[in-house]
């Protein structure tokens, strides 16, 4: 009679291979250097000669968006989606990963290179103001604006228009109206809700007589 092949057959008959782990693309680097805000592996030489390459890559960042800031005054500048789709497959080629993190109420930056090198910065997050926004969309602009300028300054690419070198050309401002005596409960209401005098002062030019009477309780 043939044998009756068993339902289970013992376990170490059909053992898998041992697991074996992936070596980590990123290797531990030496003791960090750091600052309160800044902070660094102790060796760079492999990361800078990457950003070199990096600033060597033919990029084109467009200034993708433009917004009124007040007084007849546009500003452009680059969303954060548009640096992302730029940078990224440059960083990529170049052994670079950007990586970004919320800490506390700050965001943390990382610059890693794939020898486990890294520089990496701090900065302080405030939630954004304005009309008809909530504390949750408040948070996330605030975030994303916060996130792009971190992008920007670390690696050195430009996200926003010279504002500076635009009041100093030949642009004509209109003057800002002062703030009509109707207006005075609307826009305390405002500062009261949240909103700044630096988002009045867009709208109206304001003493700091007034300014005074508008921030009292």
Same mark, same amino acid.
């Given at each position: 009679?043939?044998?009756?092949?068993?339902?289970?057959?013992?376990? &170490?008959?059909?053992?898998?291979?041992?697991?074996?782990?992936?070596?980590?693309?990123?290797?531990?680097?030496?003791?960090?250097?750091?600052?309160?805000?800044?902070?660094?592996?102790?060796?760079?030489?492999?990361?800078?000669?990457?950003?070199?390459?990096?600033?060597?890559?033919?990029?084109?960042?467009?200034?993708?968006?433009?917004?009124?800031?007040?007084?007849?005054?546009?500003?452009?500048?680059?969303?954060?989606?548009?640096?992302?789709?730029?940078?990224?497959?440059?960083?990529?080629?170049?052994?670079?990963?950007?990586?970004?993190?919320?800490?506390?109420?700050?965001?943390?930056?990382?610059?890693?290179?794939?020898?486990?090198?890294?520089?990496?910065?701090?900065?302080?997050?405030?939630?954004?103001?304005?009309?008809?926004?909530?504390?949750?969309?408040?948070?996330?602009?605030?975030?994303?604006?916060?996130?792009?300028?971190?992008?920007?300054?670390?690696?050195?690419?430009?996200? !926003?228009?010279?504002?500076?070198?635009? !009041?100093?050309?030949?642009?004509?401002?209109?003057?800002?109206?002062?703030?009509?005596? !109707?207006?005075?409960?609307?826009?305390?209401?405002?500062?009261?809700?949240?909103?700044?005098?630096? &988002?009045?002062?867009?709208?109206?030019?304001?003493?700091?007589?007034?300014?005074?009477?508008?921030?009292?309780?």
């Amino acid at each position: 009679m043939a044998k009756t092949k068993e339902l289970f057959e013992p376990a &170490q008959a059909n053992a898998p291979e041992p697991f074996m782990p992936v070596e980590p693309m990123l290797v531990p680097a030496e003791p960090i250097f750091h600052t309160e805000s800044v902070w660094n592996s102790s060796q760079l030489d492999k990361l800078l000669l990457a950003l070199q390459r990096f600033h060597q890559a033919d990029i084109s960042i467009k200034k993708d968006r433009t917004v009124p800031v007040g007084g007849g005054r546009m500003r452009s500048y680059t969303t954060l989606d548009e640096i992302i789709s730029k940078i990224k497959p440059v960083l990529t080629n170049c052994g670079l990963i950007i990586t970004q993190h919320m800490a506390g109420d700050s965001v943390v930056t990382f610059l890693h290179h794939v020898s486990g090198q890294f520089l990496a910065s701090k900065v302080a997050f405030t939630p954004m103001n304005g009309n008809n926004v909530n504390a949750l969309q408040a948070y996330g602009g605030g975030l994303t604006y916060l996130k792009r300028y971190s992008i920007s300054a670390l690696l050195f690419v430009s996200s !926003d228009e010279d504002l500076d070198g635009a !009041d100093a050309g030949n642009h004509t401002v209109a003057a800002l109206p002062s703030l009509p005596a !109707d207006k005075f409960a609307e826009v305390k209401k405002f500062l009261a809700n949240g909103g700044t005098i630096a &988002q009045v002062r867009q709208k109206y030019t304001i003493s700091k007589e007034i300014e005074n009477q508008l921030t009292q309780e």
